[in-house]
């Protein structure tokens, strides 16, 4: 159980273009959603947290309109890059926090299997 | 603000060793902390999770420890295999409900 699957695994682009990631928990609700970016070599950064429902909760650094961020329902998330350009190629990680009554469930975050951005 | 530091930053032994990976973190106000394996190119698998009031955690031939008042948590791995061939990410978690800070990891290289 706790599945989170991402679309798509891979993705090349022109610069200037837009990106759509979709984040989905298959088997489990998730009131909260967040999205990482990682450089090579480096660790995960968090970018913003999604709560279904609610504006994202984007990290200090983080241009809101360039990577808008939709959680429309308790099984999805969706990140759009805007205007890509290479410096935003990266591999973009989505997590899911379950849905639940126990404070242990709720700390607990499962990781999809990422995407890899590449922008030409 | 909370920083993770892993080191070595990278690893390479022999199949069968045990080994040590090490995690420190700078602020010891901790909800939990995590271990996490990442193959090449792919996402997270989640290995151990320490609350902050225990001292240790095993599963299999991982054993996890943490000493939160000094800020460190180790990684051991026993009787290491050409699979255990991964990054391996340390991440603390300050608040129970907070996000998590994760260090950048330690790439671990065993031979056959």
């Known amino acids: 159980g706790a599945v989170v699957s991402q679309h798509p695994s891979w993705v090349i682009c022109k610069s200037g273009t837009s990106v759509k990631i979709e984040c989905r928990s298959l088997?489990?609700?998730?009131?909260?959603m967040f999205w990482y970016r990682q450089f090579p070599k480096q660790s995960l950064m968090l970018m913003a947290t999604?709560?279904?429902?609610?504006?994202?909760?984007?990290e200090q650094g983080v241009e809101k309109d360039k990577f808008l961020i939709n959680h429309a329902s308790l099984t999805l998330s969706t990140l759009t890059v805007t205007s890509a350009h290479p410096e935003d190629s990266s591999f973009y990680i989505c997590s899911a926090r379950v849905r639940g009554l126990a404070l242990y469930s709720q700390q607990t975050q499962y990781f999809g299997p990422g995407t890899r951005l590449l922008v030409l | 603000k909370q920083e993770v530091t892993q080191i070595p930053a990278a690893l390479s032994v022999p199949e069968g060793e045990n080994l040590v990976l090490n995690c420190s973190f700078t602020?010891?106000?901790?909800?939990?902390l995590q271990w996490f394996r990442q193959d090449p190119g792919k996402g997270l698998t989640s290995l151990l999770l320490?609350?902050?009031?225990?001292r240790e955690q095993t599963s299999g031939r991982l054993n996890a420890s943490l000493d939160k008042s000094s800020g460190r948590s180790t990684l051991y791995i026993a009787a290491s295999q050409p699979g255990d061939s991964a990054t391996y990410l340390c991440a603390v978690n300050d608040s129970g409900y907070s996000t998590l800070t994760f260090g950048k990891g330690t790439m671990l290289l065993v031979s056959p």
């Open positions: 999604s709560n279904e429902g609610s504006k994202a909760t984007y």
């Open positions: 602020d010891s106000a901790i909800y939990n």
């Open positions: 320490i609350q902050s009031s225990q």
């Open positions: 088997d489990f609700q998730a009131t909260t």
